[in-house]
């Protein structure tokens, strides 16, 4: 009970973030759908193409159709010459945006077209003009049928609202999202519920606005609105802004444990340096290094294989020093990412096996996990599969398990807890690998690269000295065996505790 | 000269192949009551919605008060021009006195006398307030007419506008416009397919048959045989009709 009350204490600013967001894209979506509809119910072929397209995009799920709008802003961008931010809020008001189209277009067109034929007819013989004849005849009788639609909206736009998470938007989400992956089961309640709440909040004030249109209630529907206006713009008070307080710097993190640690540990440096810090949890790993360098987020923590790989797109594996040269110097020259420096641990793709079934099987090393695979089931992270390091694995050792799921990190060690699957891609930081008594098999033939932790800088911060000089201490601070146990002080199942409460842990157990 | 209150010239309306309107030329006189008489389909709505620019014409042009209707905009005209149809189409979110008070209202003019224009169409002063689902069909009616009278109209187009009305209804409604038109000095044309209403209630009685006018006669003239085979079919049937309830009279 009392993890869900500190839960609940984190939901002001993200319901803030959450409102704006969902009231903008609803706002935008009512702007776009309210002149298609009057020329929709005025043009049949009109109709026909517009709701058309909004039951298309209606067809594809909204976390893909949030997805989709990183690459297609990232190319308008280098388009026009930059400046237009492919993650945030841009991205998320756009996917909402659309997904708001459809119910209140199919709404609207038919409570325009469901206005009896002799009272349009009326409006015309009394020389109504068109604009008239919209807002003293067509709005009003249309009006509910079309407020209908806009309950409908207004509700999954908040539900979806959730996902902006993923691209670096704050939400509500946030906590869904991070108590997942931390399984702190009390922060995904508390997103939930004031998700959950909010919804049926804004659902019922519009019901009793359409109640009032309906039954020709001045008082109930002026009164229902204002409430409802009043309380929206309430809700946002704890993101308006605060002058005075210092710069503001945002501290991306991946989608796990010791990601959060590590934000929240960079974060407090960042503030004891006297800059105001916000946060942006959940970023896809093919998102978040695009962040840093358009600078929507101003310092991250990522792994050198990680860049080596997917931005880099090199397959050789050299050693660690020279691997860290290079990416430093592609950082600088091709992006302007400043790599500040390598925090001292790696967390390495490490295939992991119980103790107990490696010994029984007389496996150390993956040419033996290779050569048993095919009686062998391996569970993955959701990415690792698609990810080139896995290729590069296939390519040194011929692997052909009997099955392969990808599941979410700390499902994945239940998996491999309850014996549905034999092995499974961990991370050597990991505090899960010695709390739960895992083998971590050798890779003799050196098919992963090295993933040092290295803190990486926007190109606007790569020349600020204050801001360096607040971090510079972390580098090549922090060993391995210390990075497991922050991270096992989040991950483990019971006495959990927050990535605040780790980080500031760490801090202590770094003499910082 | 004075020119007449509406002067059909040439009109023509096509609905593809359908000739609704087939070369109509029709003048009537400021102060007249004409009854435009026909059966379903024979064009007499048509060449009246032509009038307020409902529908255009294909052809020809329709002059009000000597100036053609197209020359400025509808909604102006429309302005002008009483309106009244048999679907009435009151606005149902507004009071009976806003609908009746909406032509003055479009127009920016001072608001409408509703307390005397519910006088002439003899309805209580206190039905105002009342929303148009609250009255009976023949009182939703007399507000339509109340309402195309609002403006101060002199002209004044009914179609069918009585053509949903029980009879009794339907005779008292009748009887009152023929005395609005008197009093107010109305220039009226009445769509109707009921030769009896005509004759009871117009000056003057045009006939149309497949878009083309048929008879253009006065009713004593009708009655006395004029206007030719399809205009006397009209007028034997409420004859005959009265004849045979003649002969039920013990």
């Known amino acids: 009970m009392n993890a869900f009350l500190d839960a609940l204490g984190r939901v002001p600013p993200l319901l803030a973030q959450h409102v704006l967001l969902a009231m903008a894209a609803l706002a935008l979506a009512v702007a776009i759908a309210a002149p298609l509809a009057i020329v929709s119910a005025r043009r049949p072929r009109v109709a026909r193409i517009a709701l058309g397209f909004a039951s298309l995009i209606q067809t594809i799920p909204s976390l893909a159709l949030l997805a989709l709008f990183f690459p297609a802003l990232l190319s308008l961008s280098a388009l026009v010459g930059g400046g237009i931010p492919a993650l945030g809020f841009l991205p998320s008001l756009l996917a909402l945006t659309l997904y708001a189209l459809l119910p209140l ?37 249309a009006a509910p049928v079309a407020i209908a639609g806009l309950r409908t909206a207004a509700v999954w736009t908040i539900g979806a609202a959730t996902l902006s998470t993923t691209v670096g938007q704050p939400s509500l989400g946030d906590l869904i999202f991070a108590g997942l992956q931390t399984q702190s089961w009390a922060l995904v309640l508390a997103g939930c519920v004031a998700a959950a709440a909010l919804a049926l909040a804004v659902d019922a004030g519009i019901g009793l606005v359409e109640r009032g249109i309906a039954t020709r209630r001045r008082p109930v529907w002026l009164g229902a609105l204002v409430t409802l206006a009043i309380g929206l713009i309430a809700a946002t008070a704890p993101a308006w802004p605060r002058g005075g307080d210092g710069p503001v710097v945002v501290v991306g993190a991946k989608n796990f444990g010791e990601q ?19 946060y942006r949890d959940g970023l896809g790993s093919a998102v978040i290094f695009g962040a840093v360098a358009s600078g929507t987020i101003d310092v991250y923590v990522d792994y050198a294989g990680t860049i080596w790989s997917n931005e880099m797109h090199r397959r050789d594996v050299p050693a660690r020093p020279a691997m860290l040269a290079a990416i430093a110097d592609w950082a600088r020259t091709t992006h302007r990412v400043r790599l500040l420096a390598p925090l001292g641990f790696e967390n390495a793709y490490a295939f992991a096996m119980p103790e107990r079934v490696a010994a029984q099987r007389r496996i150390a090393t993956l040419d033996d996990l290779a050569a048993q695979s095919p009686r062998l089931r391996l569970g993955s992270d959701l990415e690792f599969l698609e990810r080139p390091e896995w290729a590069a694995v296939r390519r040194a ?72 000089a607040a971090l510079r201490p972390l580098a090549g601070k922090i060993d391995v065996a210390t990075m497991r146990q922050a991270n096992y002080r989040v991950d483990r199942d019971a006495d959990k505790e927050t990535p605040e409460q780790a980080a500031t842990w760490l801090a202590k157990q770094l003499g910082l | 000269m004075v020119p007449p209150a509406i002067r059909w010239d040439r009109v023509e309306r096509r609905y593809g192949t359908v000739m609704a309107v087939d070369g109509v030329t029709l003048a009537i006189d400021t102060g007249a009551f004409v009854a435009l008489v026909g059966a379903s389909g024979s064009g007499k709505s048509t060449l009246l919605r032509m009038v307020n620019r409902l529908v255009p014409p294909s052809a020809g042009r329709v002059l009000v008060d000597g100036t053609d209707v197209a020359a400025g905009p509808a909604p102006a005209l429309r302005r002008r021009i009483g309106y009244v149809f048999q679907h009435i189409g009151l606005f149902p979110h507004m009071t009976v006195g806003e609908n009746i008070a909406i032509g003055p209202r479009l127009a920016g003019d001072p608001p409408a006398d509703v307390g005397r224009l519910l006088d002439l169409v003899e309805l209580p002063r206190a039905v105002a307030t009342r929303m148009p689902a609250e009255l009976s069909g023949g009182q939703r009616q007399r507000v339509g007419i109340a309402r195309a009278l609002a403006p101060g109209a002199k002209l004044l187009l009914l179609d069918e506008a009585f053509g949903a009305l029980d009879p009794v209804t339907r005779d008292a409604l009748g009887r009152r416009l023929r005395a609005l038109h008197d009093e107010l000095g109305l220039t009226t044309v009445l769509v109707t397919h009921d030769m009896a209403e005509a004759l009871l209630l117009a000056t003057r009685v045009v006939v149309m048959a497949a878009g083309r006018i048929v008879a253009d006669e006065t009713p004593g003239a009708l009655l006395a045989g004029a206007g030719g085979d399809a205009a006397q079919a009209l007028v034997g049937v409420p004859r005959a009709q009265a004849a045979r309830l003649a002969a039920l009279v013990p």
Do not use: C, H
Not at chain 1, 119 to 125: H, L, Y
Not at chain 1, 263 to 272: F, H, N, V, W, Y
């Open chain 1, 105 to 141: 277009l199919r709404n609207a067109v038919a409570g325009l077209n469901g206005i009896d034929p002799a009272v349009v007819e009326a409006a015309d013989a009394v020389g109504m003009t068109p604009w008239q004849k919209l807002r003293l005849v067509e709005a009003p009788l």
């Open chain 1, 397 to 468: 050792y011929p692997m052909r398990f009997a099955a392969t799921t990808p599941y979410s990190p700390t499902f994945m060690y239940r998996a491999l807890g309850s014996g549905r699957v034999d092995a499974i891609t961990a991370f050597s930081s990991d505090g899960r690998i010695a709390a739960e008594r895992l083998r971590v098999l050798a890779d003799p033939r050196r098919a992963i690269p090295g993933y040092d932790a290295i803190l990486l800088l926007a190109p606007d911060r790569a020349a600020d000295a204050r801001f360096t």
């Open chain 1, 260 to 278: 959060y640690i590590l934000a929240r540990l960079i974060g407090q440096r960042l503030e004891r340096a006297g800059y105001r810090v916000e």
